[in-house]
């Protein structure tokens, strides 16, 4: 069966009409209700470079190392394009990976490939309660695009087009597709931007102080990433910035499905749709992502498979299970050593071949001085904050998670035990203590290397530096 994959960047769960928003999202929703769609399906780390690697090695990044944007994934660790060739399939692939430009990939065909031609240093660095440099810049690029004017993910939209087109005629390929939208910077269509902007006239209140989910940790990510300065206008603005850039997406989207049904390859060409994490978009007073808050961690899970019944699934899944799927699709045996289990058989009918009741993510990374681990169990999301508060909700009870159950005021013998389970699994997967002691030395060792002492010089001297592994 031929695959088609399509991430996206920083588009949380739920946002398209199919799950109840106010979006222009005709494609995503068709998508949506013609697909094996996961609801509960996570990112193995909520910022880019990390999750990426992961999805596209099937492990975890306390298995790669790559704990940052500033320690990008280089190939040598095997991912799914070398290992599917290696099996003799084809793998064309397009748009962004963010990649280490120098690595091998084993790609039969690539272009356009988003590599990190510079990495954001600035994430070797791990202090408290420091800003981020550039952070309020960053809220403030915003903007509409002018007539005729193109942007990248055009040129990717373009070049899957010309790469299914020389694909029709073959068999057993994969086509690899990854947009920037709906990232930052929200530079996006007047029409789309004019459609939000006349729907969104006021901000949620759940945008609104006072935000009740907050431990030291995450204060100190809010102010790295200068979330006071975001007042309820810029507020505003952003949001409808986001949602015209998820409009445009779609679209892109959209494309790519009448393509697959003019070129006569639905029956046999498969289509997945993910992200590598969401947008926090303002929600318990915090932006950008590295949170492991829903609208960060939980990201779209939609797998169109020719010739099976669309259903949904509870079942919590991780972009780490993408690799071993698309290997159960193909007749391929699974790699060895890797973290992700194959969806395959449970879309087959299997249930009893899933072999965890959990998902499982991390964050290792800028504006969190310690490690932070998250277990999705059940109805259940426990988060282990290394030198700060735990947190549990329960996600039935709770949707947005403004009540931790381990709070002193709301702590007891249920959520004790609850929590216990999830910490059980957690130690599972790995030791939190060692992995956050192994991340922050390379962190260390690495800034070093470089001959960097404070976070001014890495931003001044170091910003254009590729870092590898």
Not at 88 to 97: C, D
Request: charged share 25%.
């Amino acid at each position: 069966m031929n695959q088609i994959v399509i991430m996206s960047d920083e588009h949380s769960y739920d946002m398209m009409a199919y799950f109840g928003q106010d979006l222009l999202t005709p494609n995503l929703d068709r998508l949506a209700r013609e697909s094996q769609l996961f609801r509960n399906a996570y990112s193995p780390c909520p910022v880019c470079a990390p999750a990426r690697a992961a999805f596209f090695t099937g492990r975890y990044v306390n298995r790669l190392g790559t704990w940052d944007n500033a320690t990008s994934y280089d190939g040598k660790v095997q991912g799914m394009a070398a290992y599917m060739t290696d099996q003799g399939r084809l793998f064309y692939a397009t748009g962004k990976t963010h990649f280490h430009p120098d690595g091998d990939y084993g790609f039969t065909k690539g272009s356009l490939l988003g590599f990190m031609g510079h990495s954001d240093v600035g994430a070797l660095f791990r202090s408290e309660n420091v800003e981020r440099i550039g952070a309020k810049e960053r809220y403030q690029n915003i903007r509409v695009r002018e007539e005729g004017e193109s942007k990248r993910d055009d040129e990717v939209l373009e070049e899957a087009l010309a790469y299914l087109e020389e694909l029709k005629d073959q068999e057993n390929w994969t086509l690899y597709v990854g947009f920037l939208d709906p990232h930052f910077p929200f530079n996006v269509k007047k029409e789309y931007w004019d459609y939000y902007d006349e729907r969104i006239k006021q901000i949620p209140a759940a945008l609104k102080p006072p935000y009740t989910s907050l431990n030291k940790s995450l204060e100190s990510l809010r102010k790295y990433f200068a979330c006071d300065f975001v007042d309820e206008e810029n507020t505003r603005k952003l949001l409808v910035g986001y949602c015209a850039a998820i409009s445009e997406l779609d679209e892109r989207i959209g494309t790519i499905l009448d393509a697959v049904d003019a070129m006569g390859l639905a029956d046999k060409t498969a289509i997945l749709y993910s992200s590598d994490h969401g947008e926090q978009s303002g929600y318990h007073g915090l932006w950008w992502k590295c949170t492991m808050f829903e609208e960060s961690a939980h990201v779209p899970f939609l797998l169109k498979v020719p010739g099976v019944v669309p259903r949904e699934y509870e079942v919590p899944v991780n972009l780490v299970d993408i690799f071993p799927t698309l290997c159960g699709m193909s007749d391929l045996n699974l790699p060895e050593g890797i973290d992700g289990k194959s969806l395959w058989p449970l879309i087959n009918g299997d249930e009893k071949r899933l072999s965890k009741d959990y998902t499982f993510s991390e964050y290792h990374a800028h504006g969190m001085p310690r490690g932070v681990y998250m277990i999705r169990w059940q109805q259940y999301k426990y988060i282990l904050y290394l030198g700060d508060e735990e947190q549990l909700f329960d996600l039935e009870q709770d949707p947005a998670e403004n009540y931790n159950l381990l709070s002193i005021d709301r702590v007891s013998g249920d959520s004790m035990a609850v929590a216990e389970v999830c910490r059980r699994r957690l130690y599972d997967v790995c030791d939190p203590l060692e992995v956050d002691l192994r991340a922050r030395k390379f962190q260390y060792d690495y800034r070093q290397k470089l001959g960097i002492e404070a976070y001014t010089k890495a931003f001044e001297d170091f910003v254009d530096h590729p870092v590898g592994l």
